[in-house]
């Protein structure tokens, strides 16, 4: 603005200047031509020297308006400088910034897709942990059921035992299971009884009663798997969402310590018995543990077992016939008692439920039978009977 103003001023002075040497140069020129008539040759000198200095001002104010526009030109150039670098200087710290925000952002994916890895990797674990805690769970739940199941059967087949009124055979398991006549006789080492005191089956009874919660025992031909406590089905080796909501360790543990306290109370019957047993002469019992009455004036035929050895049987011309007489029931002789080993199914809960597992030992009654009029062929029927 300022060079503007002072261009301005510049040109004013000059036309001014100017103007005014060209008006005295006329005025000069008419005063002449006027007062002589002719110009001479001094009057020209006049105009030719004020042309000359007209020329030598348009110089001067042309060298002056040229110096005007290096200045402006030497400016502009240094403002362009100025701008060149301020935007070099701002495209450098751009640039590095822009540099500094990738490697950030760089180092920010690397973290998340580490972070994420883990992360899977994590989800993969749990997911194995929550598949091995419900294999865990399945099995525990079935190897529950199959327990419980498991001593509801037999405390079921004691209280069918003790429910049995006295004399009445105990059903067989399948008709297939008797013996013929004639068939094949099986050593007396293989017959087996298990002989239980009525404290033992009332302590059973009391297991049964602290495992059914207080509801009563559920009928012989119901299956331990429609208990009370498992209404739903076991599908699958596993127990139906409905079941019973118990703490699975807490049961077990309770479970098995009754368990093993029943077993202790059996052992020390079975010393108690063992201490106080009686004479070794034994009465003679039939198959039902009931004395047996020899028809009078007949031939008595022993078939014992492997502690008493069956005697001489007497041959007779005609067809045996066997007695019986059913007499008050006598007290059963001081024999000992068989600890009720309960064999559940081979499961790794109740192998650790009931690690001293062991068959029942066999333990042999003495069977008296009185014949009379004995056949040649009465032994077999004697052996079968014994059987």
């Known amino acids: 603005v300022r060079f503007q103003q002072q261009q301005q001023q510049q040109q004013a002075e000059s036309a001014t200047a100017v103007a005014a040497v060209a008006a005295r140069a006329a005025a000069e020129g008419s005063a002449g031509a006027a007062v002589r008539g002719r110009g001479s040759p001094r009057d020209n000198e006049h105009i030719w020297k004020a042309l000359r200095e007209l020329q030598e001002l348009v110089v001067h104010e042309s060298e002056h308006r040229a110096a005007g526009l290096r200045e402006v030109l030497g400016v502009l150039g240094q403002g362009v400088e100025q701008l060149r670098g301020e935007q070099a200087r701002h495209m450098t710290d751009v640039e590095s910034r822009s540099r500094a925000e990738s490697r950030r952002i760089a180092q920010r994916q690397t973290a998340s897709q ?48 003790r429910s049995l ?63 009370p406590r498992f209404p739903s089905s076991v599908e699958g080796g596993a127990v139906g969402d409905e079941a019973r909501p118990t703490a699975t ?20 019957e079975a010393e108690g018995h063992a201490a106080r047993r009686a004479a070794p002469s034994v009465p003679a019992l039939d198959g039902m543990g009931l004395p047996c009455a020899a028809a009078g004036g007949d031939e008595s035929a022993d078939v014992g077992t492997s ?48 690690p001293s597992a062991s068959p029942p030992q066999a333990s042999f009654v003495p069977i008296h039978v009185a014949v009379s009029n004995a056949a040649p062929h009465a032994g077999t029927a004697m052996a079968g009977l014994a059987a």
Not at 251 to 268: H, I, K, M, S, Y
């Open 307 to 354: 502690e008493h050895p069956p005697g001489s049987l007497q041959s007779s011309r005609s067809v045996p016939v066997y007695r019986y007489t059913v007499g008050p029931p006598a007290q059963l002789p001081h024999m000992p008692v068989q600890s009720l080993d309960m064999q559940a199914p081979t499961t790794p809960r109740l192998a650790q439920m009931a």
């Open 114 to 161: 580490g972070r994420h890895v883990e992360h899977e990797k994590r989800a993969e674990t749990l997911e194995l942990r929550i598949d091995a805690l419900a294999q865990a769970l399945a099995a525990e739940r079935c190897a529950r059921a199959e327990a419980v199941a498991w001593v509801e059967e037999r405390v079921r087949e004691v209280q069918l035992d």
């Open 165 to 227: 009124p006295v004399g009445s055979p105990r059903p067989l398991p399948a008709p297939e299971a008797a013996t013929a006549p004639g068939a094949d006789v099986p050593p007396p080492s293989r017959v087996t009884a298990q002989v239980v005191t009525s404290q033992s089956l009332q302590r059973l009874g009391a297991l049964e009663a602290r495992l059914d919660g207080g509801r009563p025992a559920p009928d012989g031909g119901r299956s331990g798997r429609t208990s």
């Open 249 to 268: 360790e807490g049961t077990l543990g309770r479970l098995r310590g009754q368990l093993e306290g029943l077993r202790l109370e059996l052992a020390n």
